[in-house]
């Protein structure tokens, strides 16, 4: 067997096409509790234009960390190693008119609508604010198109809808506004951290739908962030599983839920249960989902929950190994491969 | 999610008064040192003083620091330092007698609004929302008017006009307490609503209760104060802090500021002691029920 | 529900004269032996042979028309003694606002937005200046800028506006005194708290500039607290002017109020109590409305305390 290849060109190549976003090795420490603690190690991937990827993980994973390390929105005080680059440009060194710009190209939807639009001022000025700043658009034209790109969402009385103020307005089409809103400075990025799951399940599919429309219109590349398999394998072409702070497996969406190449993957997937199956109890991952400086050093983050460890997985931390059709951060992942599908018992 | 049950919640926490010190920290801890030193004065002040507070002797009236008399004399003639130790005990009583009134009457509305709930709530604050328009001051002004002045009539006043501030903050969170769970298993096992609300509900809202009397004792001290300043509260001769800045304002033009300025230290520190170790309490308090 | 508040405010006030011992005459003589005729006199004014409710119903109808009765000490009328103070308590109360505000609110939002030095010497001193009564507060300004420096008189009105100002100045001070500190904490704990919040980080993520941002939105969402106490504590302001004025040794209505509780002059004090509570409660109408106005989510009245 051949050994793994080293980290570094263990990306995901893009085929076809130079990447829209590249992260390279991107590791970002943050204060937590008066001391500098990893939570993101070494991560790497790439997005080309138009594409979507899911980014699925457990709290603490670090999943929402590199959406915000990727627009620029870490807490004070974080250190950040490696590279991110945009279209060719290096993000970090970005300041004042170009960051404002790369924000315009990168556009974040977060979780909760309600908490992140400002319950003091009205639609009309939280969806125009960027265009009205930064692109130095009149106020009518921002109207206009904010108007356009609500009927686009579904709102079809757009004009009332900017007068209103957040409260007047329920979670979902708050969601569909916050959507709308980041659209209006026509980016060619979305980073979508769960923008589903403080919606209900109806409202989810409507939200999804629409995403999937507006990213077939406007050729917008999409990174999911969701810590639902199923979702992001629903959505995107191709879907990165991370944990403790670290990227343990990449693969197409089709083929992560039957034939995963990580252990932790397997183990996501198949504690979902299925509506089609009887069981007579649910598998549960025994054990927590740790951050990456809770992770033990010197070994494999999973190991100590992870059913198929050996002795060789608390030697080292696990490169990424590449293997036909994806990625994967296990020592045994040639080993497992094909082994690890749902219905495989551990 | 965790896979540790729930654990049910001990119906009753209590928390020995050293552990609930201990925890506002150094500086919480120095300001208790503050209190409790001046609560001894308070007490024992009296006795501890080296000349007759009363005594006065009009030869000698604002003179400096000499002999056994560390800190001079007041524009009567009296030992200042002596006057100071006596002072505490009205400066302090009077609060103490205001934060009592206010904190019990505050406790029973408060829960009974909350316990009831509907119309006698409804009824209980819209009675206390009326009773805010009365300022503490203005309201002792007017009894020391009816009643004449003294520390009394003052401090009823101000009790009653703290009164619904105190029941407001206390009956949202006795409203907390009283939708916990363990509250419906007493009632369910048929506990009085009397019996659940004293040995349960109340025990548990005493880090509150605690931290809203420390801040509450400082509002008051300075409130008491300056009607004595006033006149309208303790009177002279009596050694009230307060009083003594009243009495001794005159020293300050005419170039001896030291008898007037020290009762108002006296006071501005034992405010920041009340204040300090309130708001810290509070602060634990807030953490206890998150 | 304030208008309530004055209602009832306005009846105990009126109630007073029957909580002294003693019969009402005694209250509204103080205690003062009077000649038959006067006591005629009150108790034709007073309408004390009708039924309670009567009695309070017409005393405060002569109230609304501006009758607040006579002093029984200098035989005038109420609302002349008051009118003529009442310039007095009104510019100390508002020099006192206008600092309140001004530092107070500017020191908050210094502190407020940033960390380090700056911050943790505001909260210093703020501990410290909320303690300091407004009556300490005065004699020590006295002692350095009066006495000690000279810049400024330690008591009395002053004649003309400038001369008003300088006069002013020291009692004003020591009024804002330790609400300065309660409005200066409220407004730093605001700006902390809205800094903090997620729709700041959507405006940041989309590229607003940080001025803009703190302005729109961290600024403009910390008014609500803050106007919320600054109200209370101007409100508050109308009542503890009494103490500075005795202080300073002003003519203003606080003094006044304080002479006559002394006097036991009961419609002197009946008077101004009443000017005092309603201005109380319109300072407070107004920072509802303020409130309102600040904050879509909330309709006229629902200001929470």
Redesign the interface.
Known sequence: MSAPRPAGAARSAPTGGAALLDVEGLTVRLLVEGAKRDVLREVSFAIRAGEAVGLVGESGSGKSMTARAI?R?LPAGAEVEGAIRFEGRDVESLAGTD??????LV??I?Q?PR???????RIGDFMT??LR??LDVSASTAERRAVNMLAQVGIEDGERRLRQ?P?ELSGGLLQRV?IA??LL?EPRLLLADEPTTALDVTTQAEVMAILHDLRREFDLAMLFITHDLELAAAVCDRTIVMYAGQIVEVRSSELLHDDPLHPYTAALAAARPDIAQTARRLR?IPG?PLSAFEAPAGECAFAPRCPYARDECRTAVPQITALAGGLSRCVRARELRGRLGVSVDA | MSVAAAVPEEATRRRSVWSLLTSTGPVGMAAAAVIAVATFVAVFGSLLAPYDPDLSNLSLSWVAPTGGHLLGFDGQGRDLLSRLLAGARTSMLGPLGVVVICMVAGTLLAVTAAWRRGAVDAAISSGLDIMFAFPGILLAVLAATVFGAGLLAAAVALAIAYTPYVARVLRGAALKERSQQYVAALEVQGVSATSICMRHLVPNMMPLIVAQSTILFGYAMVDLAAISFLGLGVQPPAPDWGVMISENQSGIVQGYPLSALLPGLCIVLVVVAFNVLGERLFEQAQAARQ | MLLVSLFVASFVIFGAMYLAPGNPIAALSGGRSLPPQSVHILELRYHLNAPFLEQYWLWLKNVLHGNLGVSIILQENVSTLIASRIWTTAGLVLYASIIILVVGIGLGVLSGLRHGALDTSTLVVTAVSAAIPSFVAAIVLILLFAVKLGWFPALGNGTSFLSNVHHFTLPAFALAVSSLAIVARVTRASVREEAAREHVQTAVSRGIPTRQVVWRHVIRNAAIPVTTISGITIASLIAIAAVVEVAFSLNGLGAYLVASAESKDLAVVQGISLVLVTAFVVVNVLVDILYAVLDPRVSLGGRAQ
Do not use: C, I, K
Not at chain 1, 115 to 121: E, G, Y
């Open positions: 627009d929105l960051l404002r710009g790369y924000r315009g556009a974040m977060f909760d908490a992140h639009v400002n319950p003091v001022r604010e960027a700043t930064n103020y409260h916050m809103a980041a400075t549960a927590r």
